[in-house]
């Protein structure tokens, strides 16, 4: 019987969550921040590659010492 109960409740919260859910909305500059977010968060392990990462500006000015040199 607590199978039962459990079971309905668990349900029933699970349909009341689905509705609440179908109401809510968020405003547009929202999700582009959170796009935008994502697609960072998404390609962090790239960072190295990006044209305008800190690590390769220093490399390519004369006279600036990579870490490895130290």
């Known amino acids: 019987m607590k199978v039962w109960i459990a079971t309905f ?3 029933f919260a699970i349909a ?3 509705e609440w859910l179908q ?3 968020l405003p547009l500059p929202i999700y582009i921040l959170g796009g935008a977010l994502l697609a960072i968060a998404s390609n962090y392990q790239y960072r190295g590659s990006f044209p305008f990462s800190i690590s390769s500006y220093k490399q390519q000015l004369p006279g600036s010492q ?3 040199d130290t």
Do not use: A, M, T
Request: glycine letters at 0%.
């Open 66 to 68: 990579s870490p490895e």
């Open 16 to 18: 009341e969550l689905f």
């Open 23 to 25: 109401k809510f909305s």
């Open 9 to 11: 409740i668990l349900l």
